[in-house]
């Protein structure tokens, strides 16, 4: 089995700036495009940042020039670099992966489709 583990979040004033981490784990044969999203309190999932592995990246235009996503395919990690942060950041982000190809006892190799991490909550204060 796989797991993606967000890290990173907390409680930061407005105008400052956090790194979210998103760690794989399990025996990971390929991860394709990694995503970001958020959920705000009353509102739906949105996607804040892809990357693909080619590392071409997208941002939602209420992120762009504010959010970096990254990702080192060695360490099976991404990241989501957020500066300038606002109030309306406020969410709790999730790790998304298109897909997780992985080795699997029974079947040799497994594919995971749009697999989820359990979140991680990013407070701003105003």
């Known amino acids: 089995q796989v797991q993606l583990v967000e890290s990173g979040g907390g409680l930061v004033q407005a105008g400052g700036s956090l790194k979210l981490s998103c760690a794989a784990s399990g025996s990971i044969l390929n991860i394709n495009t990694m995503n970001w999203y958020r959920q705000a309190p009353g509102k739906q999932r949105e996607l804040v940042a892809s990357?693909?592995?080619?590392?071409?990246?997208n941002y939602a235009d209420s992120v762009k020039g504010r959010f970096t996503i990254s990702r080192d395919d060695a360490k099976k990690t991404a990241y989501l670099q957020m500066n300038s942060l606002k109030p309306e950041d406020t969410a709790v982000y999730y790790c998304n992966a298109d897909w997780i190809l992985f080795r699997d006892q029974a079947m040799g190799a497994k594919k995971a489709v749009d697999y989820y991490g359990q979140g991680t909550q990013v407070t701003v204060s105003s």
């Open positions: 990357i693909t592995s080619d590392d071409s990246t």
